[in-house]
């Protein structure tokens, strides 16, 4: 099949000038192929013009001083979450992943995604990614999900997070909204998909990614600053349910490809002292991602 083809990460990403502190974590990242072990899914709305593997992924990370990591299933591999679960094996212990789940799945499967680290179920409510799930599926995913201890990912069009308000209300698990809920960074602090999202954020059970930078830029040119004071305002309503990733090797970015070590800097804007810091980078994801050791 002819798909739309995903622009490649920068090759040599600059060096940071903010250090992360240990355990800092990566709380959004992929990985693609390589495709002749882990091949794409036949109905994918692009196709990575390379592969992300695994070993890529780990050079960055030491790169940046990152030591966790949380690897999100993608849609190029659609429900097959075998890339995702080679990488967590290999990390020993420093990745754990959010799956894409068949809705043929069983109680086994499941289990066995557990088993290989993964802690949450992904869903794409956005247009270009196929749009909302079927409601019965989703609802049934969420109920199994509960019983592992999971919680749900969300990843919303921004005029879409007052939509599904009601049903986030309703969720029985934490969820987490992705990549600042796509909110542009040109309709200001008073626009309504924001301040939904802040209003989403006064309940214990709500999450957001300061990730996404790229995509949250009106401009869409790097470093992307012009992001900085919708993520400020997401830190600022919910410090202990902000988690942050840099969306390597950021699929379908539609200008500017991001410089991961810029990214790093962008996201120390994002907070107003080390202590924030600490607090998105390390603490918050171990709390969602490694509870057994907090």
């Known amino acids: 099949m002819t798909t739309k083809i995903s622009a490649p990460p920068l090759a040599r ?11 800092a974590c990566d709380a959004h990242c992929h990985v693609f192929g390589p495709p ?21 992924l780990a050079r960055l990370h030491a790169h940046l001083g990152l030591a ?42 499941l289990e066995a995604l557990h088993a290989g680290g993964v802690r949450g179920a992904r869903f794409n409510f956005v247009r270009h ?23 749900v990912e969300l990843h919303f069009d921004a005029e879409d997070v007052g939509t ?21 960074s040109d309709g200001g602090l008073d626009q309504p998909p924001l301040r939904m999202l802040l209003e989403l954020l006064r309940d214990e059970r709500a999450w957001v990614k300061v990730s996404g930078a790229e995509r949250v830029s009106a401009s869409g ?28 090797p950021h699929p379908n970015v539609p200008n500017d ?23 998105v980078l390390v603490d918050n994801p171990a709390r969602l991602y490694w509870p057994e050791a907090t």
Request: glycine fraction near 8%; hydrophobic fraction near 40%.
């Open 13 to 23: 990403p600059t060096q940071p000038k903010y250090r992360p502190p240990p355990l």
């Open 36 to 56: 002749e072990k882990f091949p794409y899914a036949a109905e994918r709305p692009y196709t990575p013009a390379e592969p992300a593997p695994k070993e890529r």
């Open 68 to 109: 966790r990591a949380v690897i999100v299933q993608a849609t190029p591999h659609g429900v097959d979450n075998r890339a995702m679960l080679d990488a967590i094996a290999a990390s020993g212990g420093a990745y754990r992943g959010v799956a894409l789940l068949a809705k043929d799945a069983t109680d086994a499967d």
């Open 129 to 151: 990614l196929g749009g909302a799930p079927d409601p019965g599926y989703f609802d049934r995913t969420v109920q199994r999900v509960k019983g592992l201890g999971w919680h």
């Open 164 to 184: 599904y308000r009601d049903m986030l209300r309703r969720m029985p698990v934490a969820c987490v909204i992705d990549h600042m809920g796509r909110v542009k």
């Open 221 to 248: 040119k790097r470093p992307f600053h012009d992001a900085i004071p919708i993520a400020r305002a997401l830190v600022d309503a919910a410090p202990d349910r902000v988690l942050w990733g840099t969306d390597w």
């Open 257 to 279: 490809m991001p410089d991961d070590g810029e990214l790093v800097d962008l996201f120390a804007a994002f907070c107003g002292d080390d202590g924030l810091r600490r607090k």
